[in-house]
């Protein structure tokens, strides 16, 4: 089965739907604004000097707690015929940029999508199977998900995936596998999109977030 190439990346494609560009170019600067709110931008204050002028005691506090807590999550992920163990505390800072750009991403979406005249329309997948060309329908907030995923699509054996991540210890950035379903699994948006029901894999009920917590409206998904 091949995907066409650029269905997903061609950013230029006249009439391209907002939400592939959102989820994928969208997530990408979200991803990048948000280090300045990990655990080392945090320390820094508007200017880039070194202090927390602006950060108070409670703020502190809930923030080190969900840190421990993304830390926590991460270093649990497994991989079906995997056995090398994610470093949660090396990553922590990529893994939290991950789920707030993510978030941040899709809120502008659906702002946007607000602003200018509610849902776009669904769109089939085109894959090839030999000769045919058929893929399923996804909803525009589908495909934000699915484009956002598809800049870190790559293929790897569980083998692969315990060299990469005992080769390297200290790599500040998982392997693309557990980059996606580690983030998508602590966003309810994701899982409204595709109706993974409550308790499974990619929507258990724990759900975690430095940033946004509490005010991620999802209504109308
Ligand atoms: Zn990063």
Redesign the pocket.
């Known amino acids: 089965m091949v995907l066409f190439p650029g269905f997903l990346s061609d950013l230029s494609e006249p009439g391209r739907l907002d939400g592939l560009t959102y989820g994928l170019l969208g997530s990408l600067i979200g ?2 604004i948000s ?1 300045a709110f990990d655990s080392e931008g945090i320390s820094r204050n508007g200017d880039g000097i070194v202090g927390e002028q602006w950060r108070d005691d409670v703020t502190k506090k809930v923030f080190d707690r969900q840190v421990r807590r993304i830390e926590e999550h991460y270093g649990n992920l497994t991989l079906e015929g995997a056995f090398a163990k994610v470093n949660g505390t090396t990553t922590r ?2 893994n939290m ?1 991950d789920i707030t750009g993510e978030l941040l991403a899709y809120r502008a979406y659906l702002r946007l999508r607000e602003k200018v005249g509610g849902e776009e329309p669904g769109l089939q997948i085109p894959l090839q199977t030999g000769n045919r060309v058929q893929g399923p329908v996804l909803s525009a907030r589908q495909l934000f998900w699915v484009s956002y995923a598809s800049c870190y699509c790559s293929a790897y054996s569980p083998e692969m995936i315990d060299a990469e991540l005992l080769l390297d210890r200290d790599d ?2 998982l392997p693309n596998y557990y980059r996606v379903t580690g983030s998508l699994m602590n966003l309810k948006e994701f899982a409204a999109a595709f109706s993974c029901p409550s308790g499974s894999y990619m929507n258990p009920t724990q759900k975690i977030l430095v940033w946004g917590s509490g005010t991620n409206d999802v209504q109308g998904d």
Do not use: F, Q, R
């Open positions: 991803h990048e280090h800072n990529e940029a500040a950035h």
